[in-house]
């Protein structure tokens, strides 16, 4: 059975920082795109950052410069460091993978971790 497990959420003060990780586990064959999604409340759930299988990056314009994503292949985990943290940076993020795996047959499916609270407050 494939799953994301992720950790590093909580509550830091503005200007903190915080580490997200995200590890799959299963029957994996091979992981393609991977990325962080986070949601507000009554929001819509945005794409933060992705990286691909090949490591090339991209961001949402809200957090470039204070975050970066990196994965450890070997590991099948990708890392979220996110600093200098604000207030609008409020969420739960979500972890998301493409991955070639065999739940039942051997398919290409979407994976998401179960999310991770991440509140940044004085």
């Known amino acids: 059975q494939v799953q994301l497990v992720e950790s590093g959420g909580g509550l830091v003060q503005p200007g903190g920082s915080l580490r997200l990780s995200c590890a799959a586990s299963?029957?994996?064959?091979?992981?393609?795109?991977m990325g962080w999604y986070r949601q507000a409340p009554g929001k819509q759930r945005d794409l933060v950052a992705g990286?691909?299988?090949?490591?090339?990056?991209n961001y949402a314009d809200s957090v470039k410069g204070r975050f970066t994503i990196s994965r450890d292949n070997a590991k099948n985990t990708v890392i979220l460091q996110m600093n200098s943290l604000k207030p609008e940076d409020t969420a739960v993020y979500y972890c998301?993978?493409?991955?070639?795996?065999?739940?039942?047959?051997?398919?290409?499916?979407?994976?998401w971790g179960q999310g991770t609270q991440v509140t940044v407050s004085s």
């Open positions: 998301k993978a493409d991955i070639f795996a065999r739940d039942y047959v051997w398919a290409l499916s979407t994976y």
């Open positions: 299963g029957s994996i064959f091979s992981i393609n795109d």
């Open positions: 990286i691909t299988s090949g490591g090339s990056t």
